[in-house]
């Protein structure tokens, strides 16, 4: 397996624009998790799905930041419209259900809205 | 306030040296995971740990779990340079399977 794979790994845009992240968890995994890495607040978690249903979206900063998971291999986050502090690094996770089992991470989507 | 403290916050030591960091709570977990982070990647999984006073070993590695479930340390023994990098422990509370992660302890050894 590839792992968790995540595109851009990086993307630099303008103030304003709208920005998508893309996710494509592990085959077989059944829960998707987006978080956001910055230095000030560590590792935060955005939302999350099981079985591409959202559970929880308490962790999403306002209403510019939207999820979608249309299905088992495909996640997206979207900024609309991006700010300069939305600025960090973006991970996607996927696990099986269950709190014994570790999550993988993806490599991240590094974001600079300038 | 994080829910997960983890301490310290920055660690800097020469190779062959051994250290400690905490990951401590006033909260009880079923389990609790230790992850290390490299640069410009995302944090890998090395242990989940989920009785009470569990130690687990892997390689220089020694994981230990609290006996009330709501703390945890690792112990490097010998530490290297590859050791480098970002520790976080990551706890669960309840059988879901959504992690609270702590702030990470961020560790460099120096040659």
């Known amino acids: 397996d590839a792992g968790v794979i995540q595109s851009p790994r990086h993307e630099v845009t303008e103030m304003g624009q709208e920005v998508t992240l893309r996710c494509k968890p592990i085959s077989g995994h059944n829960s998707l998790f987006w978080y956001r890495q910055t230095m000030m607040r560590g590792l935060e978690l955005l939302i999350y799905f099981n079985n591409n249903v959202p559970i929880d979206d308490s962790g999403m900063p306002e209403d510019r930041f939207s999820a979608k998971m249309p299905n088992a291999s495909f996640s997206t986050l979207k900024i609309q419209p991006s700010e300069p502090r939305d600025s960090a690094v973006y991970f996607c996770a996927s696990s099986l259900l269950g709190n014994r089992n570790g999550y993988t991470f993806g490599s991240g989507t590094r974001l600079t809205v300038v | 306030t994080q829910l997960l403290e983890q301490s310290p916050q920055f660690l800097s030591i020469q190779e062959g040296e051994n250290l400690t960091v905490y990951c401590n709570s006033s909260s009880v977990f079923s389990s609790l995971q230790w992850y290390r982070q490299e640069p410009g990647e995302g944090p890998v999984l090395l242990v989940t740990?989920?009785?009470?006073?569990e130690v687990k070993k892997l390689k220089r590695l020694t994981f230990q779990f609290g006996d009330a479930r709501k703390d945890s340390s690792l112990h490097i023994t010998a530490a290297q340079p590859g050791d480098t990098g970002l520790y976080l422990c990551?706890?669960?509370?309840?059988?879901?399977?959504?992690?609270?992660f702590g702030g990470g302890t961020r560790l460099m050894v120096k040659p």
């Open positions: 990551a706890g669960a509370r309840d059988a879901g399977n959504m992690l609270t």
């Open positions: 740990v989920v009785t009470g006073g």
